[in-house]
Structure formats: structure tokens, C-alpha cells
């Protein structure tokens, strides 16, 4: 089955440190880009930035430049989204999705991070 | 801030036709960039619903269609029904961003 499988939901404090995951399988992960797309609760969509696992060329939006890194590792098919010191204000769902063309069309469940004190 | 504005909110009976506009500027839409839309039902992630404008992925129904024209660019559902209440959210591309853009988002309601 052709999937991303993102990992469990997270509840941090302000000031840690988070690396969530995204892994493809069923498809030929390094022959495609990985985007991170950033929803606040109650909020729409945001694309933050793209990842082209095969040589790691990235790209960040300008809003999500210096806030996140975007990783990946094409030997287990996974795209990473990290954060160095979180904020409350980082609190939200994260979705993965995997870029065909310009549209998003395999995307993951989605992995909550909630930041609180 | 999205680049892509959508209206919040449409609404229409069972059976009913709804149509959700997305209006760009020239550096996204207007440029050329193709429009694509995306369902998002209640606690779930998004799905592709229509791309390059007009062409539905395999399995969406064809009361789901889209069109562009000039900046904007719609979505439009004939035959409303139950199972499509959810939020709507165009894309495209920008190239002022350079990067990819969402639209603002419509929740569409079934009366």
C-alpha cells in the first residue's frame, strides 16, 4: 500500500527540542519531494516547506525560514520536520504530504504537537 | 496570510449545486500556475480532490469539478450531499514565494 505514516503526537515544553517523522513505503521515496504543512487548531493549511529525499535539496517558506529543519534519510524513507526550542505558538497538527507536479496527492494522518508550560 | 482567498463559508441543500471561488493575483494563479483542490473532512487529513484545475484523481466522484479563469479559479459540487460537509482549500504555486500556496479555506455546510 502506497502510504506515509507519520509518528505518534507530542506534548512538550516551551524551550525543547522536537523531531517528528514521516516515512513512505509502498512507492520509490528518493523519486519524490516530501512537504510539511502546518495546521493551528481551528486554522487552514500552510505549506512550510519541501524535501527532495534522494539529495535532500529543501526549500522553506519564507514564514517557516530559520523557525524549522527539514531532513531527511533515504535509506529508511523518512522526511523529518525539527524544532530546536519550541513555542506555544508551535502548538498544532503537522501533516506530511508527497508533492506530484504541484499538487499534494498521498498525504499522512497528520502528527499534534502541543507545546505547553 | 494566505495569497489565496476563498469565501468562508457556502452552504446549500441536499441535491443542491455550490461553487467556491479562488481568487489569485498575477504571480500564482494569474501567472499560470495550475489550481488544485483539496477536501478535508472533520478530524481528518487532506485529500486531493481535483488537480491540474480541472482533473479528478481516481475514485472522486464527477459531481466534484473544477475550473480556472484569469486569477481565480473554482470548485464546484453538483448533487450536494451529506458526506460533503467538510472544508475546501485551494493551491497553487507563487512565484513572489517562491513556494506553494494554500487558499484560505471554505467550510461548505449541508443544510
Known amino acids: 500500500e502506497v502510504q506515509l505514516v507519520q509518528s505518534g503526537a507530542e506534548v512538550k515544553k516551551p524551550g525543547e527540542s522536537l523531531k517528528i517523522s514521516c516515512k513512505g513505503s509502498g512507492y520509490s521515496f528518493s523519486s519524490y519531494w516530501i512537504a510539511w504543512v502546518r495546521q493551528m487548531p481551528g486554522k487552514g493549511l500552510e505549506w512550510m516547506g519541501i524535501?527532495?529525499?534522494?539529495?535532500?535539496?529543501?526549500r522553506y517558506s519564507p514564514s517557516f525560514q530559520g523557525l524549522v529543519t527539514i531532513s531527511a534519510d533515504k535509506s529508511i524513507s523518512t522526511a523529518y520536520l525539527h524544532w530546536s526550542s519550541l513555542k506555544a505558538s508551535d502548538t498544532a497538527m503537522y501533516y506530511c504530504?508527497?508533492?506530484?507536479?504541484?499538487?499534494?496527492?498521498?498525504w499522512g494522518r497528520g502528527t499534534l504537537v502541543t507545546v505547553s508550560s | 496570510q494566505s495569497v489565496l482567498t476563498q469565501p468562508p463559508s457556502v452552504s446549500g441543500a441536499p441535491g443542491q449545486r455550490v461553487t467556491i471561488s479562488c481568487t489569485g493575483s498575477s504571480s500564482n494563479i494569474g501567472a499560470g500556475y495550475v489550481v488544485h483542490w483539496y477536501q478535508q473532512l472533520p478530524g481528518t487529513a487532506p485529500k486531493l480532490l481535483i488537480y491540474g484545475n480541472t482533473n479528478r484523481p481516481s475514485g472522486v466522484p464527477d459531481r466534484f469539478s473544477g475550473s480556472k479563469s484569469g486569477t481565480s479559479a473554482s470548485l464546484a459540487i453538483t448533487g450536494l450531499q451529506a458526506e460533503d460537509e467538510a472544508d475546501y482549500y485551494c493551491q497553487s504555486y507563487d512565484s513572489s514565494l517562491s513556494g506553494y500556496v494554500f487558499g484560505t479555506g471554505t467550510k461548505v455546510t449541508v443544510l
Open positions: 504530504a508527497r508533492l506530484t507536479t504541484t499538487s499534494f496527492d498521498l
Open positions: 524535501i527532495f529525499a534522494s539529495d535532500s535539496d529543501t
